[in-house]
């Protein structure tokens, strides 16, 4: 069988159960912090997400049973397929094999409603009837519309403002899932309205809509939060691309020797390499590479510290790398990998020396990404496209170094709602930008004070 182009799993090999990495942790992750600085009690979060999720956020069980209900909806477009990239290959003369996960295949076009299904699933159990989040770009907030829609939920979402205008079209396909969409700063939260009459043309950034749903869900009973990266239980629910590729590899008899992931907050990254961190963590050989963009740089130039995960401080200390909550990114055109923080989980991998990261400049991962729409046909997701950039690197490398390499990566999502961003590439309006350390400086200082993880 190798020479495959397509690897696919019968739907009765979709995988049941989701890899919980913090089974396998050399050392645990350091746990979340309260406003006493103590670690939180689990029952601190339950105003925000259901109990059932919270479990999951603090479980150190290996294997964690996927619910029926859950699969079923899954299997709308899981397992999704394993392919090489033949032509991307030849096109770079690299002797490396290039896989890749792709997870463009689902209805809202990304890696996302893999968490957003099960998150639904567990609200809705749980008696939960609204649930609200923020999104970006939009993609998250269109795969929990999606989730919502297909549980019978409620889903009020809050995108960032400049998103919410300059693209409209994740806001639409919202609409047609039944959500509400809202663009944030709103009049409707306290944490918006102090933020507006501080700065009433402000054009939004993530942390500030996470502030507007966490208060929405806190102040009622009906409502529960839902965060689409970050925490370990979404990253848990991601693993099921790791697992299905595992599986794929192993039916063509194939292992990879570097995995690679774009990483905004962490999610498809991990839901990519953890299966397999698991192996190097038993010993074996193999790199695993989180790239991101070069302007928001947070694992290869922000410390690791305790930081909040949203503007208004609402949310626990998290032990991450971050730059800071109050950091405004640059209107680079990855929309999902402008967040300030990384998941623990990664964050933590980074620093036991189980994940490597790099940071690129988007010009050179828009070319990669046109590179990869002429070889391979498929147009990325410019998130999907740091990725791809990091690829043509080791492939390269392999072609000097003359190394047969097995390359497996994720390609998190299509870019086929971002043609604008390309047409602003081709017409030479993109620059690269790189954060001075002065302005690094100056977001760090909201993380002055906070505790440092041990
Ligand atoms: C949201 C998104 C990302 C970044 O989020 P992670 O949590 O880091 O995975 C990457 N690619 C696509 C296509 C996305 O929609």
Redesign the pocket.
């Known amino acids: 069988m190798v020479g495959a182009r397509k690897v696919v799993l019968d739907e009765k090999e979709i995988p049941r159960q989701w890899y919980n990495i913090q089974a396998d942790l050399p050392r645990p992750v350091p746990p979340p912090l309260g406003p006493d600085g103590q670690p939180v009690k689990p029952e601190m979060l339950a105003a925000v997400f259901p109990m059932s999720l919270i479990e999951q956020e603090v479980s150190t069980e290996r294997w964690i049973d996927i619910p029926e209900d859950v699969l079923e909806k899954l299997l709308l477009w899981r397992p999704t397929p394993l392919q090489r990239a033949w032509n991307l290959e030849g096109a770079l003369e690299t002797p490396a094999r290039i896989y890749y996960k792709n ?2 295949v689902s209805p809202p ?4 409603p893999n968490t957003a299904v099960p998150q639904a699933y567990y609200n809705r159990v749980f008696g939960v009837k609204r649930l609200t989040t923020e999104t ?2 939009g ?2 907030g269109s ?1 929990l519309s999606m989730a919502c829609c297909l549980f019978g939920l409620e889903c009020r979402v809050y995108m960032v403002r400049i998103s919410f205008e300059q693209k409209p079209m994740r806001k639409y396909m919202m609409r047609v899932w039944g959500a509400e969409c809202i663009p944030s700063p709103s009049t409707l939260t306290d944490s918006g309205r102090r933020i507006l009459e501080r700065d009433p043309d402000t054009q939004g950034s993530l942390g500030i809509a996470i502030s507007e749903a966490v208060e929405e869900a806190v102040k009622r009973e009906d409502t529960r939060y839902s965060l ?3 925490l370990n239980h ?1 990253l848990l629910h ?1 693993t099921i691309i790791g697992l299905e590729a595992k599986r794929q590899m192993e039916k063509i008899g194939e292992y990879p020797d570097v995995i690679i ?11 990519v390499s953890f299966p397999f961190v698991a192996d190097k963590i038993a010993g074996r050989d193999v790199r695993v590479v989180a790239v991101e963009p070069a302007a928001c740089p947070t694992l290869t130039r922000a410390p690791y510290v305790y930081d909040h995960g949203d503007v208004a401080g609402l949310t626990p200390l998290l032990a991450m790398h971050s730059l800071g909550r109050t950091f405004v990114p640059p209107p680079i055109h ?4 402008r ?1 300030h923080g990384m ?1 623990p989980l990664v964050s933590h991998g980074v620093r036991e020396g189980l994940i490597e990261a790099e940071a690129l400049h988007q010009l050179e991962c828009y070319e990669a990404a046109v590179t990869w729409a002429r070889t391979e046909g498929a147009i ?2 410019p ?2 496209s740091h990725a791809i950039a990091q690829v043509i690197r080791e492939a390269k490398r392999a072609r000097e170094e003359g190394k047969e390499e097995v390359i497996l990566f994720n390609w ?4 086929l709602l971002d043609l604008t961003a390309y047409d602003a590439y081709f017409s030479r309006k993109l620059s690269d930008y790189a954060l001075s350390d002065e302005e690094l400086r100056k977001s760090l200082s909201s993380v002055e004070g906070h505790p440092r993880p041990e």
């Open positions: 997870e463009g076009g990304s890696h996302k970006g770009a993609q998250w795969a689409g990266s970050v979404v991601q992931g774009c990483a905004g907050g962490g999610s498809n990254f991990a839901g990855a929309g999902g990998l967040y998941a990325p997701a998130e999907t998190s999502g299509h870019g």
